[in-house]
C-alpha cells in the first residue's frame, strides 16, 4: 500500500513538474513551393486590404499540407533589399524548397532554447502561438558570404488580410506581439537578432488590479508627461526635506516637475481575451531630482520611487554595465539584497551570468511593489535582454516580463 502511494505522489509531481514546462517548439513543415501567380491569381488581385502589387518581389507561397505556411520573397535587384532590410552590403541570394526547410528547422531549434521555464516568457515564443504566424523570408548573403534569412512573422486573424503577405512586404511600425522578426544566420547556424513588439503590463491571472511584471518604465517613464524645470524652491516642503536629509545639494545639477495622466494597461477576461485599458493617475504630481549622474524620482510625500543613471543608453562609447546601477544606488530599498540575489538565481536558471554581463537599468516603487530593470548584455548580440522583474512586499519575485530587444 505504501508503495502505492509513493508511486502515485511520484506520478503527481511528474505531472506538476511538466506542466510548468513550456510545449517543445518543432519546426514548421513545408513541403511544396509554388508561385503566387498560379494560385488561381488570389494574391494580385486588389481588394480592401491593398489594391496594389509590389511588383519589385517575386513571390512564392510555401505550403504544407494544412495550406501556406508563408511566402519566400526575393528581390529583383540588390537596391531593394538593401532597402527592405535596411543594411547596404546585403547581396540577393538564391533559395528553394531546401533552403526554407532549413530556416525553419533553426527558427524553432533557436527560438525553443529561448523558452525559459524559469519565468514567465514572452507569448510569441510559444506553442501554439508560435505556429500561428505567416512567414515572409527574405534570403541573403552577408558581407562574410553567409546565407542567411529575414524572417517576418505576421499573426493570422480573421479581419487581417491574407493575400497581403503574398502581394508586398509587410512593414510595421508598432503594434502587439502580432508582428515579430528574426534574423538567422543558416551557414553558421546562430541566431543574429530579434525584435517583438508587446503589451505595457503583464496581469496575475485571476487578480487583474495587480500587475505581474511591467513592460517599460511606467510612473517615471520617459514619454507619457509633460515636464518642466524647476528651483528647489519650487519643490514641496516635503521634497525639500527629504532632498535636504539624503542628499549632498551642492552636486545636484537640475529639479524637474512632471505629471502622469494615465498608463497603459491590459486585462483578461475570464474568456482569455485581452483587452487594453488606461488606468487614471488622480492628482499626480512628481518630481525628478538628478544628482552626481543618478535620477532619483518623488512623489509629492518626498517619498523615492525611482532611481537611473540619468544617461540614455548609447551616449557614450564607454563600456554599457559602467551606465548600470551599483548596489550602493539601491540602497534605500528594503530588501535590495536579496532581490538581487534572487535576479541571480533567476538569470543562472536562463543560462545566464548576471554577474558578468547584468546590470540594473532602473528601479521603480509602484504601491507596495519593487520593479527592477536588467540589462544583460553578453558577447553573443542576439542574446542580449531586457527583463523587469517585479518583487512583492517581502522581496520575492512576482513576475518577470521581457522588453522588445533588437
Excluded at 3 to 17: D, E, M, P, T, W
Excluded at 201 to 229: C, D, H, M, Q
Excluded at 268 to 282: A, C, I, L, M, S
Excluded at 314 to 321: H, N, P
Aim: charged share 25%; proline share 4%.
Amino acid at each position: 500500500m505504501r508503495n502505492i502511494v509513493f508511486l502515485l505522489l511520484f506520478l503527481f509531481l511528474g505531472h506538476c513538474v511538466s506542466a510548468q514546462k513550456p510545449a517543445h517548439l518543432d519546426a514548421v513543415a513545408v513541403t511544396k513551393m509554388v508561385p503566387v501567380d498560379s494560385i488561381d491569381n488570389q494574391d494580385t488581385k486588389p481588394n480592401s486590404c491593398s489594391g496594389w502589387v509590389d511588383t519589385n518581389i517575386q513571390f512564392t507561397a510555401c505550403l504544407n499540407a494544412e495550406g501556406i505556411v508563408g511566402y519566400l520573397l526575393e528581390p529583383k535587384d540588390d537596391s531593394y533589399l538593401k532597402l527592405t532590410l535596411s543594411d547596404m552590403d546585403l547581396r540577393r541570394c538564391g533559395a528553394g524548397l531546401r533552403e526554407v526547410q532549413r530556416a525553419e528547422a533553426l527558427f524553432a531549434k533557436v527560438i525553443d532554447l529561448r523558452v525559459d521555464s524559469a519565468q514567465e516568457i514572452h507569448r510569441a515564443f510559444t506553442a501554439p502561438r508560435f505556429y500561428q504566424y505567416v512567414r515572409q523570408y527574405v534570403f541573403f548573403l552577408n558581407p562574410d558570404g553567409d546565407t542567411c534569412v529575414h524572417i517576418n512573422c505576421i499573426m493570422r486573424e480573421e479581419s487581417y488580410c491574407p493575400s497581403r503577405p503574398g502581394r508586398q512586404y509587410v512593414v510595421v511600425c508598432d503594434g502587439d506581439d502580432d508582428y515579430w522578426t528574426a534574423d538567422l544566420n543558416l551557414t553558421r547556424g546562430r541566431l543574429l537578432s530579434f525584435h517583438v513588439n508587446g503589451p505595457e503590463i503583464w496581469l496575475v491571472p485571476g487578480r487583474n488590479n495587480e500587475p505581474r511584471g511591467v513592460y517599460r518604465e511606467t510612473v517615471f517613464g520617459r514619454s507619457a508627461w509633460s515636464e518642466k524645470n524647476c528651483s528647489f524652491d519650487q519643490l514641496p516642503t516635503a521634497v525639500q526635506r527629504s532632498v535636504l536629509l539624503k542628499m549632498d545639494t551642492t552636486q545636484i545639477s537640475r529639479y524637474q516637475c512632471f505629471s502622469q495622466k494615465f498608463m497603459w494597461g491590459i486585462r483578461e477576461k475570464k474568456n482569455g481575451e485581452q483587452v487594453f485599458w488606461r488606468k487614471p493617475y488622480k492628482s499626480a504630481l512628481y518630481y525628478r531630482v538628478y544628482v552626481d549622474g543618478i535620477c532619483w524620482g518623488y512623489n509629492k510625500k518626498g517619498q523615492r520611487l525611482y532611481v537611473a543613471k540619468s544617461v540614455h543608453w548609447g551616449d557614450s562609447d564607454e563600456d554599457e554595465k559602467y551606465w548600470s546601477l551599483d548596489r550602493k544606488n539601491l540602497s534605500h530599498i528594503a530588501g535590495v539584497d536579496k532581490m538581487l540575489d534572487a535576479i541571480s538565481q533567476d538569470m543562472s536558471a536562463r543560462g545566464r551570468d548576471f554577474a558578468k554581463y547584468g546590470g540594473i537599468r532602473w528601479a521603480e516603487k509602484l504601491g507596495d511593489r519593487y520593479v527592477l530593470a536588467v540589462e544583460y548584455n553578453p558577447p553573443v548580440d542576439a542574446d542580449a535582454l531586457i527583463l523587469y522583474y517585479t518583487f512583492d512586499r517581502n522581496g520575492r519575485i512576482e513576475g518577470v516580463t521581457l522588453e522588445n530587444w533588437w
